[in-house]
């Protein structure tokens, strides 16, 4: 159950202002039919997380070594810093309109995720955990929580919320996951 909650907890926190969420407003608007892209935004997360932390805990299954647990406490620390950088949604991300609502948020959400601060986080996370339904799950309900707002409430919930504070918040979690995993290293048990 930790495992879930801290999985959703730190997507979800994550993933307010970033583009995937920027791009859930836009295609919310695009199409006027929130329940497809909803659908589509959760098929796309599902399929993207669940290679994220089956990627993640490959790679940690095959290092092993404190040094690998040392690049993933560094990476937890590094998405810190990333998360502090406002996202935009790339002028060049192109959607398919005529493939309908859920096609075209299903495709769009997927490739944009791909490299993004939450699947990066999803992997080290699977990394960590080594549990990848349960932190799929979680990173999963973390970009629901965020985006099903954005689809509903589009700008209006975009223009109430601080973005900054809401970043400063995520990359002190990102940061607190970084430092109590290389404590963890630095004082076995």
Do not use: C
Not at 71 to 86: D, H, K, R, S
Not at 123 to 151: E, F, R
Not at 168 to 179: C, E, K, P, R
Request: charged share 10%; proline share 3%; no cysteine.
């Amino acid at each position: 159950m930790e495992i879930f909650f801290a999985s959703t907890v730190l997507v979800a926190i994550a993933e307010i202002g970033d583009k995937t969420m920027l791009l859930a407003i836009l295609l919310a608007t695009r199409f006027k039919k929130p329940l497809p892209v909803i659908a589509g935004i959760f098929a796309a997360t599902i399929a993207n997380h669940a290679l994220a932390a089956w990627a993640g805990s490959a790679l940690a299954g095959i290092f092993t070594s404190d040094t690998f647990r040392y690049a993933v406490a560094v990476g937890f620390v590094l998405m810190a810093a990333w998360t502090l950088v406002p996202d935009k949604v790339d002028e060049n991300v192109k959607v398919a309109s005529q493939r309908g609502a859920f096609l075209a948020t299903a495709i769009a959400f997927f490739f944009v995720e791909m490299g993004d601060k939450t699947q990066v986080a999803t992997i080290a996370l699977g990394a960590q955990y080594h549990a990848i339904w349960t932190v799929a799950a979680g990173t999963t309900l973390g970009m629901m929580i965020a985006n099903v707002p954005a689809v509903y409430l589009g700008e209006q919930l975009v223009a109430k919320i601080s973005l900054r504070t809401v970043h400063v918040i995520a990359a002190g979690m990102f940061l607190a996951l970084g430092l109590w995993q290389l404590w963890e290293l630095s004082n076995p048990a």
